[in-house]
């Protein structure tokens, strides 16, 4: 993968903030983060990209202290969230973790998008009323007293989702929020990160999906092998499949085509077939 790291800059204070985490599963001979460092401004949004096992579940934990650094800091508004625990996190960084069946616990859709909210004591009458508007939001009103366990498993994400965004933390972590969700689906959750940047909010999303990144991500940060590889606004990213490179990422149209024009134009024209396998190679490692 190309090196590049540019720090992604925006004039605002950090919300949220890793500073050189490091982090080592217990018994692991490798570290799953190392000395990685970003910042999180309010109104903001972050596509975390890369391969399985780059360490973005990892970041996740330790962006809510359900994991702890082995070295360095994790800071939410300039505090050393060490001294926070995890409930305390929990109003302020509201998690949609990557596996629902982890998450997911209530005898009902309904109860479980209002567990957090009776949590974090919100009077009744807007726990009803904030519940109605999140299963809406998500496509799950017909299953408000259905079991969450009988819902499919791109339901049963939405339905994590539901329960997050239901009490507007100020930053929204999504693992993996578009795993299982049709085109249609991709599109709500797009505009729920776009409203949740409009209104204030830092949302940051790890994420396999490239498109997804590129429509509703205005910052991209390339993670692999527990490593921050590129951190660069969207319309860099979106055009540049260099970045991925190694990175075992499906490239968009747009680097595929801006490869093939940069071929076309530097090196003549190529066979069908060969000039394919030439981009293929070039971006996808
Ligand atoms: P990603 O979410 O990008 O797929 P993870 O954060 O899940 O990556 O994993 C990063 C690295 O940490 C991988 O090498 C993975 O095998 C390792 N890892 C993840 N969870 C554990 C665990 N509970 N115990 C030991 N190693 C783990």
Same mark, same amino acid.
């Given at each position: 993968?190309?090196?590049?790291?540019?720090?992604?800059?925006?004039?605002?204070?950090?919300?949220?903030?890793?500073?050189?985490?490091?982090? !080592? $599963?217990?018994? @692991?001979?490798?570290?799953? #983060? /190392?000395?990685?460092?970003? %910042?999180?401004?309010?109104?903001? &949004?972050?596509?975390?990209?890369?391969?399985?096992?780059?360490?973005?579940?990892?970041?996740?934990?330790?962006?809510?202290?359900l994991l702890r650094p082995s070295s360095g800091r994790v800071l939410l508004c300039g505090v050393d969230t060490a001294k926070k625990s995890v409930a305390e996190l929990a109003r302020r960084v509201g998690v949609v973790f990557q596996n629902p069946n982890h998450q997911i616990f209530a005898g009902s859709v309904r109860e479980e998008v209002a567990f957090a909210l009776k949590n974090f004591g919100f009077p009744e009458d807007e726990v009803g009323c904030r519940v109605s508007s999140a299963l809406e939001r998500l496509g799950l009103? !017909? $299953?408000?007293? @259905?079991?969450?366990?009988? #819902? /499919?498993?791109?339901?049963? %994400?939405?339905?994590?989702?539901? &329960?997050?965004?239901?009490?507007?933390?100020?930053?929204?972590?999504?693992?993996?929020?578009?795993?299982?969700?049709?085109?249609?689906?991709?599109?709500?959750?797009?505009?729920?990160?776009?409203?949740?940047?409009?209104?204030?909010?830092?949302?940051?999303?790890?994420?396999?999906?490239?498109?997804?990144?590129?429509?509703?991500?205005?910052?991209?940060?390339?993670?692999?092998?527990?490593?921050?590889?590129?951190?660069?606004?969207?319309?860099?990213?979106?055009?540049?499949?260099?970045?991925?490179?190694?990175?075992?990422?499906?490239?968009?149209?747009?680097?595929?085509?801006?490869?093939?024009?940069?071929?076309?134009?530097?090196?003549?024209?190529?066979?069908?077939?060969?000039?394919?396998?030439?981009?293929?190679?070039?971006?996808?490692?």
């Amino acid at each position: 993968m190309r090196s590049c790291y540019r720090p992604f800059k925006k004039r605002r204070s950090n919300v949220l903030e890793l500073e050189a985490v490091s982090y !080592r $599963y217990p018994g @692991s001979d490798r570290e799953a #983060l /190392s000395n990685v460092s970003l %910042k999180f401004t309010p109104k903001s &949004s972050t596509a975390i990209v890369g391969p399985n096992g780059a360490g973005k579940s990892t970041l996740v934990r330790l962006m809510n202290g359900l994991l702890r650094p082995s070295s360095g800091r994790v800071l939410l508004c300039g505090v050393d969230t060490a001294k926070k625990s995890v409930a305390e996190l929990a109003r302020r960084v509201g998690v949609v973790f990557q596996n629902p069946n982890h998450q997911i616990f209530a005898g009902s859709v309904r109860e479980e998008v209002a567990f957090a909210l009776k949590n974090f004591g919100f009077p009744e009458d807007e726990v009803g009323c904030r519940v109605s508007s999140a299963l809406e939001r998500l496509g799950l009103s !017909r $299953y408000a007293d @259905s079991s969450p366990f009988m #819902l /499919s498993s791109g339901e049963k %994400k939405r339905l994590t989702i539901a &329960s997050v965004i239901v009490y507007e933390p100020d930053i929204l972590v999504f693992d993996e929020p578009t795993v299982g969700q049709d085109y249609r689906n991709k599109a709500i959750i797009g505009g729920i990160v776009s409203e949740f940047v409009s209104s204030g909010k830092c949302v940051v999303s790890m994420t396999h999906d490239i498109d997804f990144a590129l429509n509703y991500f205005e910052r991209v940060v390339v993670l692999s092998e527990g490593m921050v590889r590129a951190d660069l606004g969207v319309s860099e990213f979106g055009l540049d499949g260099s970045f991925m490179h190694g990175s075992r990422l499906v490239p968009t149209e747009a680097m595929f085509l801006k490869e093939l024009m940069r071929i076309v134009e530097f090196k003549g024209v190529y066979e069908p077939g060969a000039l394919a396998e030439h981009i293929a190679r070039r971006i996808c490692g």
